[in-house]
C-alpha cells in the first residue's frame, strides 16, 4: 500500500500475497518494487505508470531491495533468494527487460470513524475479454468527503449488447464489529449499493449488492465474483458505479488497486440479469404524478413480460381523450409524459392493459 505524503484519504496498492516491498528514487521520481516468494519473479511499478500497469523483473526472491538512480533507467534490483542454502541474491537492472503485466483494477476504500472500519471493494470489471479501468483521480483530489469518494468510484465508459460476457465483482465488511456496533449507535447507518448506468443518459438500468450497516445488520458481504447476463439490454454505452451513502459524517478514504490477473477461468461466478432488483417480477400501475397537475404529469408502469400494451387516457363518461401507448413493449419499466393542456379541469380515468392484466387510476387537472 502506497499513499503520498500531501493527500488525504487517497491509496494506492498493488499485487498479492506480497512479502517484502522496497521504495526508492530518481532525480524524477520513484519507483516501488515488491517481492512475493522465492519462486516468483520481482514486481514493480513507478510514478510514470502508476495505475496503468505492473512490470515483472526476470529476477526472483523472497526479499527485494531498489537502489536508487539518475534517471530510471539507471536503478537497479536486488533479490535474496532463500529457497534452498546457500542463500543467493540476484540483480537486474529495472528498466532493461520490462515484462508488462496489465493488471486488474479496482477501487477500495473504507469509511471509518475512530476506532471502526467498514471496507468496501468494487472491480474486475471485464467484458468481452476486455478490462475496464475506473475515472482517474487527479493527484491534487483529497478525498474528505463522501461526495468526493462517490465521485471516483465509477468505470469508465463500456459497450454491451445482448451477447456480451460481463464480468465484476464487489465485497463490503467490517474490521472490528465491536467498534462498528459503538459508532452505529443512535440510529446511524451506512449503505452500499452498485448500479449499471446508460453512460449517456444516466438512467439507471440495474442496482445490485445493496447492503446496509446498521446495529441490527453487522454481518460481512464477502466477496461475490458475478456473471452479468444481458440479455435484452440491446446495443448501450453503460458504466458502473459504487455508491456509500451514511446518515452522518465519517471519513473516507479510497485506494487504486491495481494486481495480476487470477484468470477467469480459477473463479466460481454467480449469474444475475444486468436489472438486478430492478428485474420487473410483476405488472403494475403507478399513480400519476404529479396529481392533481397543470399542464403535464408523468405516468409510470412496468411489466415482467414483452407483449402488447396500450394506455389510454379517458374521461369520467368513459370517453377516449388520448391514446399515450399502443404498441409492442419488451419486459420493463416505463414512463410517458401525459399533456393535458387541452383538455378542461376535472377527473379523468387512464388505464393500462397488458396481456390479461387489466388497471385503472385517476388522475385531476387544474388549470
Known sequence: MFTASDNLGRFWTFGRGVNSVSINRTNTGYTIAWAKGNDDQIQYTDNRTLGSNIDTLHIKGKYVQLSNGTTPTTMYAMAFNTLQ???????????????????????????????????????????????????????????????????????????????????????????????????????????????????????????????????????????????????????????????????????????????????????????????????????????????????STTISWQSPFGSHQTLKVYDVLGREVATLVNEWRDAGRYSITFDGSKLASGVYIYQLKVNDFVATKKLLMIK
Not at 446498521?214 to 454481518?219: A, K, T, V
Request: charged share 20%.
Open 85 to 295: 542454502q546457500p542463500y543467493y541474491m540476484q540483480t537486474e537492472q529495472v528498466y532493461a527487460n520490462d515484462q508488462p503485466i496489465y493488471a486488474d483494477e479496482k477501487r477500495e476504500g473504507v469509511v471509518s470513524e475512530a476506532e471502526a472500519q467498514v471496507y468496501f471493494n468494487i472491480g474486475d470489471i471485464e467484458v468481452d475479454g476486455e478490462k475496464v479501468g475506473f475515472v482517474g483521480i487527479p493527484d491534487t483530489v483529497n478525498i474528505t468527503s463522501q461526495q468526493i469518494a462517490n465521485q471516483y468510484l465509477v468505470s469508465l465508459p463500456f459497450s454491451l449488447t445482448d451477447n456480451s460476457e460481463f464480468f465484476y465483482s464487489v465485497k463490503y465488511g467490517l474490521t472490528d464489529s465491536l467498534a462498528a456496533l459503538s459508532m452505529l449507535s443512535g440510529g446511524k447507518s451506512i449503505s452500499f449499493k452498485v448500479e449499471l448506468l446508460d453512460a449517456q443518459t444516466n438512467e439507471v438500468l440495474g442496482v445490485f449488492d445493496e447492503v446496509t450497516y446498521d446495529q441490527g445488520n453487522l454481518i460481512p458481504y464477502e466477496k461475490i465474483d458475478y456473471q452479468v447476463l444481458t440479455n435484452g439490454i440491446g446495443e448501450r454505452l453503460v458504466k458502473m458505479r459504487l455508491i456509500i451513502n451514511s446518515n452522518f459524517t465519517p471519513s473516507y478514504s479510497v485506494a487504486e488497486k491495481y494486481e495480476e490477473p487470477s484468470g477467469l477461468a480459477k473463479k466460481s461466478y454467480k449469474q444475475i440479469g444486468y436489472q438486478g432488483s430492478l428485474a420487473v417480477k410483476e405488472y403494475a400501475l403507478e399513480q400519476n404524478y404529479p396529481n392533481p397537475f397543470n399542464p
